[in-house]
Structures are given as C-alpha cells and as structure tokens.
C-alpha cells in the first residue's frame, strides 16, 4: 500500500532543530514502513524542496498543505504519529472522509 505519515512539523517546533526532529520521526515511520513492504509517503518531504526551489517562505502557504491534502488522494492509507497539528488532522480527514484506513501505530498497519 502506498501511505502516508501524517505528523506534526512545524506545530510544536519553536526552531529549525524541533522542525527537523518532527521530520526525522516522520522518516523513521516511512523506513519502518517501507521494511514491512509498503510506500511511505510524507507531504513535507514533497513540499519542501519545492518551496526551497521558490522562495522559501512566500510561498509555503501556498505550497505545504495544498501539496500534501492532493497526496492523501493518491494514497491507500494513512499513519498518524505525533503530537498536535492541525495539518496531519486535516490530512486524516481527508483519509476517513474517503473510507480509506487511518492508523495510529505501526503495529495496526497490515501485512501487504
């Protein structure tokens, strides 16, 4: 399955350092999903480079959310981890809006 790990990145994250270990948590979930055979997908991954390449904070806005709300479209599934943030919770909507699984653990994600 192709899934997607929704978590906090930017909510909680005073500095670019807490930033990054909201990222970092979000890949090990995609390595561990990937070892069990799946796609991790993870909207930040995707956004970031784009909104780097474009002139960084003008056009996050307009580049994170929107990028990753049409993800969850293309995705099987979705694993929420983390804390707070509004972003993952409007992404799991979107998941259970669509009768697609929203997980919480990795342990509840099914062999593919």
């Known amino acids: ?6 978590g906090p990145y930017t909510s909680g994250a005073k500095t670019d350092a807490e930033k990054q270990q909201n990222l970092d948590r979000m890949n090990r979930a995609a390595y561990a999903l990937l070892r069990r055979g799946h796609t991790p997908i993870i909207g930040v991954n995707m956004a970031l480079p784009v909104i780097q390449a ?20 293309r995705c099987d599934a979705v694993l929420r981890i983390g804390g707070a943030s509004q972003g993952a919770d ?23």
């Open 54 to 73: 474009n002139g960084g904070a003008e056009v996050y806005d307009e580049v994170m959310m929107p990028l990753s709300l049409t993800l969850t479209e």
């Open 90 to 112: 409007d992404e799991v909507a979107r998941f259970r809006q669509a009768g697609k699984p929203v997980y919480t653990a990795l342990d509840q994600v099914p062999a593919p």
């Open 1 to 6: 399955m192709w899934i997607m790990i929704a």
